[in-house]
């Protein structure tokens, strides 16, 4: 366990010491140790647990979630004031999940049982949308993204290099001795598991292979900015812009890709702009490549388009966590990679990566323009990348 899981846990766990006032959720994508911080959590809590997944190929139904429920309630009774806690996983694969837990929290409530609760999911687009519709004023959220370089290096010994290969998926870390096995889980139990269950299973999706395809795109593609018409254009498909923006949404919700609009100084001129491509883990990107660490590491542009992706997963899975909003910059030949705004703090941050770019420094002319508080230059001169991605965002983009 690294040190934020740590403190996420400590977190979780004085909540509990609380008296009965939230539900507790743990979001994130998979494989970022939600299951293991709860069930640590529980079982060192003092109390009896009781924990139930529904992560099954098909979706449960909102009985499944009363039937746990009721025996939790049973181990309520038998712990008298000590109470329990009831953790329930997977929660997104529950038809109609939020009014359900809604319904039995308030009735323990009412009734004053000790059962505390704590709700896991590993598609953070669509709880939120559960807690938002239903229950309002009655969660607090902890969010667990992709692993950072910091924690890779702390559990399992990772170097910069192996970080911007493999990525921060812990699940898979064991195997990257045997690369090829490595590249197979990813692809299977990560990449094909998350597209099927968290994203086709629980969304409407007209064109599930389009998802598939930009989402593949999205990762050959990724630190560039590219147009929907583009995208249409290498998708060989007749679909049009609203589609895939909403098929991104989707792919953001579940930990993978996401698409950041240009900044504009005010975001609702932001919204509808060309998006720049941006995968939340290098490993999306590696796994799919057929390239070896080796043949990564000799070719200058691969590795420049790693080194890009890697500063830029760190900042947008800080984004998906609140430490910030996470945009790019262009005007005509001019660009600033990465533009973050915590409140009304805006950070411009340029990338050295010595890959060869189309567009121009754009610094000064982002200066100008919207006087940022700080102006970061990561690579060459500037933070070492290592650095930069060694520290919390929160710590380069604070007072």
């Known amino acids: 366990m690294t040190d934020f899981v740590r403190a996420q846990a400590g977190v979780l766990k004085r909540r509990l010491a609380e008296p009965r006032r939230f539900i507790q959720v743990v979001a994130g994508p998979r494989q970022t140790g939600k299951t293991t911080l709860a069930r640590g959590v529980a079982e060192s809590f003092g109390a009896p647990f009781h924990y139930a997944s529904a992560d ?98 702390e559990a399992f010994g990772f170097s910069f290099e192996q970080y911007l290969f493999y990525g921060g998926y812990p699940g898979a870390a064991p195997l990257i001795s045997e690369p090829a096995r490595w590249a197979r889980y990813v692809v299977d139990s990560l990449i094909e598991t998350t597209i099927s269950r968290d994203v086709l299973l629980l969304t409407r999706v007209d064109k599930p292979a389009l998802l598939r395809r930009l989402f593949e795109v999205g990762c050959r593609h990724s630190g560039q900015i590219l147009s929907y018409t583009k995208m249409l254009g290498q998708l060989q498909d007749a679909g049009n812009s609203t589609t895939l923006a909403h098929y991104l949404d989707l792919l953001a919700g579940a930990g993978m890709l996401t698409g950041l609009q240009k900044f504009a100084g005010r975001a609702a001129r932001s919204r509808g702009s060309i998006p720049k491509l941006q995968v939340l883990n290098t490993a999306l990107m590696t796994a799919q490549s057929g390239v070896t660490v080796e043949e990564a590491r000799a070719d200058r542009e691969f590795r420049g388009r790693l080194v890009e992706s890697a500063v830029g997963a760190h900042l947008a899975n800080a984004a998906a966590s609140g430490a910030c909003e996470l945009y790019y910059w262009r005007e005509r030949n001019r660009e600033v990679d990465f533009v973050a705004r915590a409140g009304r703090r805006v950070t411009a941050i340029e990338v050295k990566s010595g890959r060869s770019t189309e567009a121009l420094p754009g610094m000064e002319a982002f200066a100008a323009a919207f006087k940022p508080a700080r102006r970061l230059l990561v690579g060459g001169d500037g933070i070492a990348v290592e650095e930069f991605l060694a520290w919390p965002v929160e710590h380069w983009i604070a007072e």
């Open 56 to 153: 099954e190929p098909t979706l449960r139904e909102r009985g499944w979630i009363a039937e746990q429920w009721e025996l939790a309630r049973a181990k309520a009774r038998e712990a008298g004031s000590r109470g329990v806690v009831l953790v329930l996983d997977e929660i997104q694969k529950v038809s109609g999940w939020s009014e359900t837990v809604k319904r039995l929290w308030d009735e323990d409530a009412r009734a004053k049982r000790p059962l505390k609760v704590v709700v896991l999911g590993s598609a953070p687009l669509l709880i939120q949308r559960g807690l938002t519709e239903s229950l309002a004023g009655r969660f607090e959220v902890l969010r667990l993204p992709h692993w950072s370089y910091s924690e890779m290096r």
